[in-house]
């Protein structure tokens, strides 16, 4: 008897990410960006336990405002889980309780986690037995960080994000997050960044259809250094969102001052990611950080993707 039919519950952890680099290009007609991104999964986990119902139901715990995150359709795991029942012809429901741990909008794919949770967890909770390469198709409708949340470690995103390649990284990274208790949403960050492109003339008047991680990223990733790695991470939706919010530019100061190697807005924001050399440097800016009022969050990358507990 398999694990799921004999407790009728499934529990999967997810982890969080951040962009390495994100190169964005122009705005299309149907209105998405060319990216080239590079993610890597960091040790945030959010928790997803499906248990079986009659209907779909949602249940959060970890979110310090109980209206942050939808209970209905908007929430991306009920949808993940809406789709797969019916991709798989399902007839039942499932009643999914999410654990966040991830920041709420921080531009680190918690939403996205989940919903990569909830289709690993409803498959092996109905038994549906979906393949990889089409469990992937799915996450791919759902969103572009969806896929990546499913493989985790690292890789490069291209077209939306969602098109994935593993990225060999050797070793690890020590990332210190500065969190924020108020939220971006990435459609006015992206919005603010075509602002800005217009007012500076940034791009030209047909941007290119698709774009390149620099080799230098790569490299950097390959060799597992960090000091290399520090001189290559860039984001660039970072203008769009310290224009919208300019502490963010005073963290990453801050964070580098105290000793990190280098700093960078995760996606759209407003999650700022602080690259160390090693876990004791880590812990020394850590500890300097605190001292000064702030609370960043000590993690690790690259980690596993969505995977069934225990």
Not at 19 to 31: E, F, S
Not at 35 to 43: G, I, K
Not at 106 to 114: L, N, Q, T, V
Not at 201 to 227: E, F, K, M, N, Q
Request: proline letters at 5%.
């Amino acid at each position: 008897m398999s694990l799921a039919a004999a407790t009728r519950s499934v529990h999967v952890r997810a982890p969080g990410k951040i962009n390495v680099y994100l190169g964005v290009g122009g705005r299309h007609d149907d209105g998405y960006h060319a990216l080239a991104t590079v993610f890597q999964a960091v040790s945030l986990y959010e928790d997803v336990i499906a248990r079986e119902a009659d209907d779909f139901s949602l249940t959060v715990s970890g979110v310090e405002d109980d209206g942050s995150v939808p209970l209905d359709d908007r929430n991306l795991a009920m949808r993940a889980a809406k789709l797969l029942a019916t991709a798989t012809e399902h007839r039942g429901g499932v009643a999914l309780e999410i654990r966040k741990s991830v920041p709420v909008a921080g531009g680190m794919g918690g939403g996205s986690a989940d919903a990569a949770a909830a289709l690993v967890a409803c498959d092996a909770l109905w038994g549906t037995g979906l393949s990889p390469a089409r469990l992937h198709d799915l996450a791919a409708r759902l969103g572009a960080d969806v896929p990546f949340a499913l493989h985790g470690g690292t890789a490069v995103g291209t077209g939306r994000g969602d098109q994935l390649n593993p990225a060999l990284a050797r070793g690890r990274f020590d990332w210190l997050l500065a969190t924020s208790a108020e939220g971006l949403s990435t459609p006015t960050v992206y919005g603010r960044l075509d602002e800005l492109r217009d007012e500076e003339g940034a791009l030209a008047d047909d941007p290119p259809l698709s774009l390149d991680v620099p080799i230098p990223v790569l490299h950097a990733l390959r060799t597992g250094d960090p000091w290399q790695l520090a001189d290559a991470i860039h984001n660039d939706l970072q203008a769009a969102a310290v224009d919208l919010r300019p502490d963010l530019a005073v963290t990453i100061e801050r964070g580098v001052a105290a000793g990190a190697l280098a700093g960078v807005v995760s996606g759209s924001g407003p999650t700022v990611a602080l690259l160390c050399a090693d876990p004791e440097t880590a812990q020394r800016v850590q500890n300097t950080l605190r001292d000064e009022g702030m609370d960043p969050l000590h993690v690790h990358g690259p980690v596993a993707g969505a995977r069934i507990i225990g």
